[in-house]
């Protein structure tokens, strides 16, 4: 999870097509997708309910990408477990949901999970201070949460920029992911600034063809590397 490896690129099934899941996965990862991106609310910590364990299992079965738990849910600790036996390999916290955030993290650690913290927009990087050595990932929201095919909040270039200065100054490797808004005008940007993992939901499965979309995509955030 380096720049040296390009961009990866992770489909949000919150626009997938639920009736026909397993299908639209096998799609996107036809294309070349390098994560499958889970969208978990629970109704409370954003105004909006989704899905849980249970179908992270049934996706689990049906691919061998890694599955990316991003819990927009309250007190995410009570349900790190069932995440991770479901077959998470990536789970994502919000700070404010998690009063004992570095327990939360050395759980999710714990077992053999990649752990993130998620900043909404309004959250500083100052909340990172005192964990940075204790994730494997930063997904920075350039939307707030709650909901796909949301408009792109542009300060969250800038503040993808000071993230990377930010780790690179603490001499760690940790990736940035971006959530929010991302598509063909906005991937570019924002791979530029220093994001290496790059969700879309909308941009992927609002396309007639997901599978394309993918590549597409890819090429776009490629784009200002390439001369
Ligand atoms: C929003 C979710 C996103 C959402 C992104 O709360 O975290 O992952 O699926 O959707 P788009 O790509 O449409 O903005
Ligand atoms: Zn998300």
């Known amino acids: 999870m380096t720049t040296d490896l390009g961009v990866k690129i992770a489909p949000s099934i919150l626009s997938a097509d639920f009736a026909r899941l397993g299908d639209q996965i096998r799609l996107v990862?036809?294309?070349g997708a390098d994560i499958v991106h889970v969208d978990v609310m629970d109704g409370h910590f954003?105004?909006?309910?989704?899905?849980?364990?249970?179908?992270?299992?049934?996706?689990?079965?049906?691919?061998?990408?890694?599955?990316?738990?991003?819990?927009?849910?309250?007190r995410p600790e009570r349900f790190i477990d069932d995440f991770a036996?479901?077959?998470?390999n990536m789970i994502s916290v919000h700070p404010e949901a998690s009063?004992?955030?570095?327990?939360?993290?050395?759980?999710?650690?714990?077992?053999?999970c990649l752990a993130g913290v998620v900043l909404n927009p309004s959250t500083p990087l100052s909340v990172l201070d005192e964990v940075l050595g204790s994730i494997d990932f930063i997904l920075v929201m350039s939307v707030n949460p709650g909901f796909g095919g949301q408009k792109f909040i542009e300060h969250s270039l800038d503040k993808v920029r000071r993230l990377r200065s930010m780790i690179?100054?603490?001499?760690?490797?940790?990736?940035?992911e971006i959530d929010g808004g991302i598509g063909m005008s906005t991937a570019g940007p924002v791979a530029e600034a220093g994001a290496e993992l790059l969700v879309a939901g909308s941009a992927i499965f609002g396309d007639p063809d997901p599978k394309g979309a993918v590549g597409r995509l890819r090429r776009a955030a490629?784009?200002?590397f390439t001369v």
């Open 29 to 31: 990862e036809d294309g």
């Open 46 to 74: 954003v105004p909006n309910i989704t899905i849980g364990p249970p179908v992270v299992a049934a996706i689990r079965k049906i691919t061998g990408l890694p599955l990316d738990c991003h819990l927009m849910i309250d």
């Open 85 to 88: 036996d479901a077959g998470a």
């Open 99 to 112: 009063i004992h955030l570095h327990r939360t993290l050395a759980a999710i650690r714990a077992r053999d």
């Open 168 to 176: 690179a100054v603490r001499g760690l490797q940790i990736a940035i």
């Open 222 to 224: 490629m784009a200002p």
